[in-house]
């Protein structure tokens, strides 16, 4: 009996496992997936799941708000980046993808690239089979720098229940801004209190509008291992030797001066 309820929950764990579409590169958290991410890390098969429908948060934004051990990608501002997908997902007639970054830990994100209306498919083919899997893309040459930043991949599906998906993967970037304004990730199938995309229904001009009024954000870099001639910590060091040397040198001066004023009956 024991060994049938062990088959049976193996059974549901990869049914659910290979129910929907999920990023293996750069390594997300909590993913089954991809040999090269962090060894030891926590798993979570059902990665591919929904994070949220229209009417409910099932999980926080990112499916974890804990960091992989380690960063798993190392990215400089301009340079193009790619990402692949599991192509054994569902992938829902498509939908709106962004990919975004967050700055601060994963509560907000800005986005730096948009796959909007035929994400996974080329063009309306209205086919539950994911036909792209792999997307490359520049990022801003704009971007600041962090040693923390987030990356993730959202998506809002075409055709089936109104879900809300999300991966993220911890990365460094490496630039010489020190911020970025772009277009807030838009979120929304992820409970009541977020906007619902109906299903297309062959119209995959849904939700095109609350895409187009997404609200600006800027975004500022760390200041934790800063490129010194952007101003980190070396900069600050220089500054606070420079202070020393001028209060050396006042020291010094003031010595001198006040030999030269002492009188010949105090020596």
């Known amino acids: 009996m024991a060994s049938i309820l062990k088959i049976a929950l193996v059974s549901l764990l990869a049914s659910s496992a290979t129910a929907h579409m999920a990023m293996i590169e750069p390594c997300p958290r909590l993913s089954p997936n991809n040999p090269k991410c962090p060894a030891g890390d926590p798993v979570d098969y059902s990665i591919k799941a929904p994070i ?43 939908g709106h993808c962004q990919f975004a970054l967050s700055y601060d830990g994963g509560k907000n994100f800005v986005v ?10 080329k ?28 990356f993730a991949w959202s998506w ?40 619902r995309v109906g299903e297309f229904m062959g119209n995959y001009n849904t939700g095109i509008d ?6 600006k954000i800027t975004v500022t ?20 030797s420079t202070s020393a040397k001028k209060s050396a040198s006042a020291k010094k001066s003031a010595t001198a001066a006040s030999k030269s004023t002492e009188l010949p009956w105090c020596n």
Request: proline share 6%; net charge positive.
């Open 52 to 94: 949220g429908t229209s009417d409910k948060i099932g999980q926080p934004l990112c499916k974890t708000s804990k960091k992989s051990s380690k960063n798993v990608a190392k990215w400089k501002a301009g340079s193009t980046v790619t990402v692949k997908f599991d192509p054994s997902g569902a992938a829902h007639s498509g």
């Open 112 to 121: 730096v690239n948009d796959v909007l209306r035929y994400c996974f498919m």
């Open 123 to 150: 063009g309306n083919k209205g086919s539950n089979v994911a036909q792209v899997t792999s997307y490359s893309f520049k990022l801003p040459a704009g971007l600041p720098s962090s040693k923390n930043a987030v």
């Open 156 to 195: 809002i599906n075409a055709s089936g229940n109104r879900e809300f998906y999300m991966n993220c993967a911890d990365v460094e970037i490496e630039g010489t801004s020190k911020s970025f304004t772009g277009s807030k990730m838009l979120v929304a199938n992820y409970g009541p209190g977020t906007p």
């Open 210 to 215: 609350l895409f187009n009024k997404r609200p």
């Open 221 to 240: 870099g760390s200041s934790t291992g800063a490129n010194p001639a952007a101003g980190g910590p070396q900069k600050r060091s220089t500054a606070k």
